[in-house]
């Protein structure tokens, strides 16, 4: 037998037909289907109209990537910010993150109450925790920063798209389709408002309950400075917003491996290793100012808020760096997942 | 006499190996010491060996001084010098980073381990002139001799001293007898050391400086200072030992040893001592001094308080020379950086800058500055030092040099030089009440009260966190307490009082000072500070007036705190007599109202003086700035220029340039109709390991068609649809979806449904939010999903409402099947769609299948069930190993080639219920009406059919239609696919 592919067809093409009729093939529960696919194309008629119409020789008005595209179809209402939230929101462990995190400050408060009281060490951060809700916010901060909130940020971040890998519902999203930047884009924005609003969380319901629990007395700082409340929140909001810019460094490299792995696992994984491996590089002195590039290096010089003149020079350096090394990741993300085969 | 402070308990660099006195540059080990300045880091070191007179004990052996010469390279111009000299207990390395800064601002630097210190010879005489004094005039010679000093005359270098402690004295001593020096500047070091090892505080008559105290003889030994000074240059006393035995002097001269253990074990210093400490005493030389003076003493040391260096600035400023003092914050028992210079380290660059190179007045330099002491970030400091745990994340406490501090500033010293001078501070009488009380000093002066621990630089602060609590014992202390303050009093000097004081004994010794005592708070002793003040000669019984300075602080008590003089019997660092005795201590009221005389600085020329950040702001990290904004601009270019690569890529395909390789539908691309729904052109995929997955794939999916895309296992059937879809980038070839190209993320991927490879849902979404979730994903309308419609497809029924984690594989693909069909896409692309479905599933999916395509819609599906494709589809394309190998209409594929006739007969006739009746007659054959398959145009009449007839000869079957009068329209020998199939693939 010859190869058919070297043949021009016999068969006539088919005609646009537009809704040929089909009752000839109905049977039994199709019928709905049947009455359907009768009136579907009344706005659209397949093959024909105005997307049909710019394909053809002289309608080269759109870009090919935007061409076509079915009636009410344009790509930067694809993926909206607010459908990917939908998307992420109703998640086991977008609730179990946030319920944990609004259970941290009850451990502590309850960890305080069942202490024997002992403060006999020192009058750092811990002993002055339960001086009011502002400190207790600030111990909360305190003993986050160092894993807590890069994990959570690394999770919110890098679970996102790698995710939608493993269920394998990312190629049915890109052949919606969502163009791949924009789908990224959605992602990322979505992933850093709900890492703000987790470490927001976090921060104010330490607050409320230290205040509930201890009283809405001034911060006081381990230095022993007072700050009036106003004058202490204003520090805790900045020394938060710059543990978030901070931790951008993590978010940004979780996102990056989040592109290149269908195992969310791996994307929280590596970016808490990459924690484990810069606290440790940090250690060591013989790297000198080398260490200023690490992304946890600077990750406690919000300290330096808690004192009457504010030291802002490591906090401008640190987040510098966090920035930098955030941009880089993320850069690296569109670059790569806008080559990537999809196979998942 | 500094001992090791922070600064110096930094181990000191190796001392670099001997080297001969024409021994060039060597870079010292000390030079990537951290703090210093790349200028200082950079600057030549030059070791030598300095041959100075023999020990008296050794006169045969020569004594060479160790020495470093810093000089800035670069350049062969003469440069004014500066020696820097040591303190106690260290040797020349402590000089070397501040060496190396002076060397870099352009002197040349000579640093030396004095003769018993470090790397040098000898033993140590205490400054003495023959010796150390000696030494030093011998370096100056040395300086005069090199040819990058510079010189004032021959032989007579422009050359400056500084010093701290041992070394500051030595400075003084050597400005006072060598003309040759231009400057000196001596750190908290002392006037008189005989009176200041064994002070009897009373006020200077006839001074009206602000710590005029003279030390009246015989005073109180500070026993603790001498032993432990003693016995850090290794000696000790030795029971049994009466002489200098050799062992127990260490590096002490044997004079100098023998007269220290003496007045250790006596409490009183001797002739023989005194003697010696006279002579190496600045206050000798002072007269010879007439060059400037630059003075710092420390308030916070009991060793060489305040007063020192107000006797020396005193002197030099009666006899019209140059001084200016500063009272810094350290001292022996706080921070002794710098050499002792600590906060005053930029006076001291000024000083010199100004005396031996530029000649210029350091622009608003004053007279006399004196910090004034915040007691509360003291207290701070001393709390979160001891807070601080190992281990412990990095407490950014504020360290003093940032903080502002807050400065007394005159234009001169006040009170000294007379009328044209700087007018003294004033000296404002603050009323005393208290009754006589009686003070025991109990015999062998145990218990004894605890102010300050001797050099205990560390622990000072923690020692002012206890409070004034161990300076006061019950029984042996006497108090006078003032009103309450109406304003804050900055106190700057040493207050003076009047006291009777009565004696079991012929003599007293009392130590006096004043508290701070704060509304309602704990006692402040400021510094940890007590004068000693010891009289004799006194009648037992009689009262005997006694004027006593207070030791010299700079002190703010708070308005609303009161003072307190305090007069105690025993100090935990004095020496005290060890026979028991009875004071009684009163106030003397002859003239006027008691009260304490204190010297007032006026709260006016108390300025504030920011710390490091000086310049104002942060400093920003220009270099991260810049690297950021770099990256930031590559981004926003780079993203345009990708993206242009891409649209490169997917060139406008308006009219498809279509080789031969096209199966059906090319006729309508010739044609002005509109463009078939799928246009698969020479596709091609090729792996890294050159293997070709898929090999130049083309086919053309039709309006109204349903084909089935077929192949064994590894064909590239769904590398060809990932393919189709842009999720995987084609090596070659291209796929036109209604005449678009397809790169990833088309538009025109939304006329296009998809299901491959199984389905992709959100699991924790219930059946029917994943169906609204992805048509959200698209940004169209809600009312053109049709979610209704394809939830009637998919037939969950109630399920719909639940999580998709809990459905079973078949309800996962038909709630797939349904998303694929969201919005009624043009073509709909489908992946083995029957897997997970039971039979009865299967067949209502064909019919879905066929009505769909059947609205002018196109179905590419691909399957494995060639029985189940035979009924489905319309057209079908086999492949091989990546290759299309048969494609065509169904009816062509199954009747082309040598039919057997195993598959029967193919028969189209014009009535098609009369033909099966008579073909039904035949014996042994199957007749049975063929799946609608053909287009409606490819029927020559209404009422045509088409069957197909197994079991019977194709003649017979015509015979028996013709007979019956039934028109044939077409006869063509039927293969079932299946055959088809396998002889294609050639399995």
């Keep these: 037998m010859s190869d058919p592919s070297q043949q021009p067809s016999r068969q006539p093409s088919p005609r646009h037909e537009g809704a040929s009729p089909g009752a000839r093939h109905a049977s039994g529960g199709t019928d709905e289907l049947e009455h359907a696919l009768g009136s579907a194309p009344t706005g659209a008629e397949p093959g024909g109209g105005a997307d049909a119409a710019g394909a053809r020789p002289g309608g080269r008005r759109r870009g090919p990537a935007s061409a076509g595209g079915a009636q009410g179809y344009a790509p930067r209402r694809t993926l909206t910010l607010r459908a990917e939230a939908a998307r992420q929101v109703t998640r086991r462990r977008t609730v179990v993150t946030a319920v944990l995190l609004a259970l941290l400050p009850v451990l502590l408060v309850g960890a305080f109450a069942l202490g024997d009281g002992d403060t006999s060490g020192a009058p750092d951060f811990v002993q002055l925790a339960t001086e009011g809700g502002a400190n207790l916010a600030l111990f909360t901060l305190f003993v986050a920063t160092g894993f807590l909130i890069p994990l959570v940020v690394a999770l919110l971040c890098g679970d996102p798209l790698s995710s939608e890998a493993s269920w394998s519902s990312l190629r049915y999203l890109l052949v919606s389709p969502v163009p791949r930047r924009r789908l990224l884009r959605s992602k990322l924005v979505v992933a850093l408002v709900s890492s703000v609003i987790a470490v927001a969380e976090l921060m104010v319901v330490a607050y409320l309950l230290g205040t509930l629990v201890y009283g809405a007395d001034p911060l006081v700082s381990p230095g022993g400075d007072a700050f009036d409340l106003g004058e202490g929140l204003w520090r805790l909001g900045v020394a938060t917003a710059y543990v978030l810019v901070s931790t951008a460094a993590f978010g940004g490299f979780a996102f990056l491996v989040g592109t290149r792995s269908d195992a969310p696992l791996a994307a929280v994984g590596s970016a808490v290793l990459l924690v484990v491996i810069s606290t440790v590089l940090d250690q060591i002195q013989a790297l000198g100012d080398l260490r200023e590039a690490l992304p946890t290096h600077f990750q406690y010089a919000w300290v330096g808020l808690f004192q009457p003149d504010p030291a802002w020079d490591d906090l401008l350096t640190g987040s510098l760096w966090a920035l930098l090394w955030a941009v880089v990741a993320i850069r690296l993300a569109f670059w790569s997942f806008g080559r990537k085969d999809v196979l998942s | ?987």
């Design chain 2, 1 to 987: 006499m500094l001992l090791p402070g922070p600064a110096a308990a930094v181990p000191p660099a190796a001392p670099a190996p001997e080297a001969s006195a024409s021994a060039g540059a060597t870079p010292s080990a000390g030079a990537t010491a951290d703090g210093l300045s790349e200028d200082a880091a950079a600057v030549d070191v030059e070791v030598l060996q300095v041959p100075v007179g023999a020990e008296p004990t050794a006169p045969d052996d020569e004594v060479a001084l160790d020495v470093a010469v810093y000089r800035a390279p670069g350049g062969t111009d003469r440069r004014p010098a500066v020696l820097l000299a040591h303190g106690f207990l260290s040797d020349r390395t402590d000089r070397d980073a501040q060496a190396r800064e002076l060397a870099a601002e352009g002197f040349v630097v000579l640093t030396w381990s004095a003769r018993g210190f470090g790397e040098s010879g000898g033993l140590v005489h205490l400054d003495a002139p023959d010796f150390e004094v000696a030494d030093a005039r011998a370096l100056v010679d040395l300086l005069a001799e090199r040819r990058d000093v510079l010189l004032d005359a021959t032989g007579d270098p422009r050359v400056g001293v500084a010093g701290g402690s041992y070394g500051g004295a030595l400075a003084l001593l050597l400005a006072g007898t060598d003309d040759r020096v231009d400057a000196a500047a001596a750190a908290i070091t002392w006037h008189d050391l005989a009176g200041a090892l064994a002070p009897s505080a009373v006020p200077a008559v006839g001074a009206s400086t602000p710590a005029a105290v003279e030390d009246t003889e015989p005073g109180v030994l500070k026993r603790a200072w001498v032993t432990q000074l003693a016995a850090a240059r290794g000696a000790v006393p030795v029971a049994g030992v009466g002489g200098p035995g050799g062992a127990s002097c260490g590096s002490l001269a044997p004079d100098v040893c023998t007269a220290y253990l003496d007045a250790i074990a006596t409490g009183e210093v001797g002739e023989d001592l005194a003697d010696l400490l006279r002579a190496s005493s600045p206050a000798t030389v002072l007269d010879g001094v007439d060059v400037p003076v630059l003075l710092v003493q420390g308030q916070q040391d009991s060793l060489f308080p305040l007063s020192e260096a107000d006797a020396t600035a005193r002197r030099l400023a009666e006899a019209g020379t140059d001084v200016r003092v500063r009272w810094i914050a350290g001292g022996h028992d706080g921070d002794t950086s710098g050499g002792g210079f600590s906060t005053a380290e930029d006076d001291l660059f000024a000083f010199l800058d100004e005396t031996l190179a530029s000649g210029d007045a350091a622009e608003g330099a004053p007279g006399f500055a004196a910090d004034v002491p915040d007691d509360d970030s003291l207290l701070d400091q001393a709390l979160s030092g001891a807070a601080q745990q190992p281990g412990a994340p990095p407490v950014a406490g504020p360290t003093p040099d940032e903080e502002d501090r807050e400065v007394l500033e005159l234009p001169g010293y006040p009170g000294a030089g007379g009328d044209a001078g700087t007018p003294p501070l004033e000296v404002r009488d603050v009323p005393l009440v208290g009754d006589v009380q009686q003070v025991l000093s109990p015999a062998g002066g145990t218990p004894s009260a605890l102010t300050t621990l001797p050099g205990a630089g560390a622990l000072g602060g923690g020692l002012a966190a206890l409070g004034a609590g161990l300076a006061v014992l019950p029984g042996q202390s006497a108090t006078f307490d003032s009103a309450e303050l109406e304003d804050d009093v900055l106190v700057a000097g040493a207050p003076t009082v009047r006291l009777v004081v009565t004696s079991t004994a012929s003599d007293a010794t009392l130590f006096t000072s004043l508290l701070e005592v704060p509304s309602g708070g704990q006692a402040v002793l400021p510094r940890q500070l007590v004068s000693p003040v010891r009289l004799t000669g006194l009648v037992p019984g009689e009262p005997a007036r006694v004027d006593v300075a207070l030791p010299a602080v700079v002190h703010r008590f708070a308005a609303g705190s009161t003072m307190r003089l305090l007069v105690s019997s025993t100090d935990q660092g004095y020496a005290v007599p060890q026979d028991g005795r009875l004071y009684g201590v009163a106030l003397a009221a002859e003239d006027a109202a008691p009260a304490v005389g204190v010297p007032v600085a006026p709260a006016d020329d108390v300025v504030l003086v920011s710390g490091e950040t000086e310049d104002g702001g942060v400093e920003v990290p220009w270099g991260l700035v810049i690297a950021l904004g770099v990256v930031l601009l590559l981004s926003a270019l780079l993203g345009p220029v990708s993206r242009r690569v891409d649209a490169r890529r997917a060139a406008p395909a308006t009219v498809p340039a279509l080789g031969p390789g096209v199966l059906a539908g090319a006729a309508s691309l010739e044609g002005d109709g509109p463009p078939p729904p799928l246009v698969v052109d020479g596709l091609a995929l090729v792996y890294a390991s050159g293997l070709r997955a898929v090999d130049g794939v083309s086919f053309t999916v039709g309006r109204g068609q349903v084909v089935g895309l077929l192949g064994p296992n590894g064909a590239g059937k769904t590398s060809t649809l990932r393919m189709v879809l842009g999720l995987v980038h084609p090596t070659e070839g291209r796929t036109l979806v209604l005449g678009h190209e397809v790169v990833p993320g088309s538009a025109v991927l939304s006329q296009v449904g998809a299901f491959v490879e199984g389905p992709g849902l959100l699991p924790h979404a219930t059946g029917i939010a994943n169906l609204r979730l992805a048509w959200q994903a698209t940004g169209r309308p809600l009312e053109d999903a049709r979610i209704d419609e394809v939830l009637e497809i998919a037939a969950l029924g109630d399920a719909v409402h639940r999580p998709v984690r809990g459905y079973s594989q078949g309800m996962r693909a038909r709630i797939a099947i349904a998303q694929a069909m969201l919005g009624l896409p043009d073509l709909l692309v489908l992946d083995e769609p029957t897997n997970g479905l039971d039979p009865p599933q299967i067949r209502a999916l064909r019919d879905v299948l066929r009505g769909y395509a059947s609205s002018g819609r196109a179905v590419l599906v691909s399957s494995h069930l060639l029985a189940e494709v035979e009924m489905t589809c319309t057209h079908a394309v086999i492949m091989r190993r990546g290759q299309v190998v048969a494609g065509g209409s169904l009816e062509e594929l199954t009747s082309g080639g040598a039919g057997d006739g195993a598959g029967g007969t193919a028969v189209v006739v014009d009535d098609v219920e009369r033909a099966r009746a008579v073909l039904s007659r035949l014996p042994g054959a199957g007749v049975e009406r063929t799946a609608e398959r053909a287009e409606p145009s490819d029927r020559p009449a209404p009422g045509d059919g088409e069957l197909t007839v197994t079991g019977a000869e194709p003649e017979d079957v015509v015979r028996v239609l013709v007979e019956a009068g039934v028109a044939v329209h077409r006869v063509a020998p039927r293969r079932r696919l299946e055959e088809v199939f396998l002889e294609v693939t050639g399995t």
